[in-house]
């Protein structure tokens, strides 16, 4: 199983990005799908995070502005990042929980995608 990000880049504060993340490979299911940043100098924090079925789960710092979803059919999850910070910058991670030929969930992350913000 892999898991590949696309969308990061460079924007101005108060800009949009739309971050997508598509896993591929042999499985029998997704659970949870999320997004996670690294900052430098930081430890990885959770951005959001959203179940197969069920309600979405926010960071506090990018409530209201990032919007997570996810096309199950397409295995893919989006994050949509709206009125964009500079401390926003960061690599952004994609997280998803599948399961592979049983009743555990097994986590893989994606490589990373930047996402730079410019004051």
């Known amino acids: 199983v892999q898991l590949q990000a696309f969308g990061g880049g460079l924007v101005q504060a108060g800009g949009s990005l739309r971050l997508s993340c598509s896993a591929s490979?042999?499985?029998?299911?997704?659970?949870?799908m999320g997004w996670y940043r690294q900052a430098p100098g930081k430890q990885r924090e959770l951005v959001a995070t959203?179940?197969?079925?069920?309600?979405?789960n926010y960071a506090d710092s990018v409530k209201g502005r990032f919007t997570i979803s996810r096309d199950n059919a397409k295995n893919t999850v989006y994050l949509q990042m709206n009125s964009l910070k500079p401390e926003d910058t960061a690599v952004y991670y994609c997280?998803?929980?599948?399961?592979?030929?049983?009743?555990?969930?097994?986590?893989?992350w994606g490589k990373g995608t930047q996402v730079t913000v410019s004051s």
């Open positions: 997280n998803a929980n599948i399961y592979i030929n049983g009743p555990i969930g097994v986590d893989y």
């Open positions: 959203i179940p197969s079925r069920g309600y979405t």
């Open positions: 490979g042999r499985m029998l299911s997704i659970n949870v």
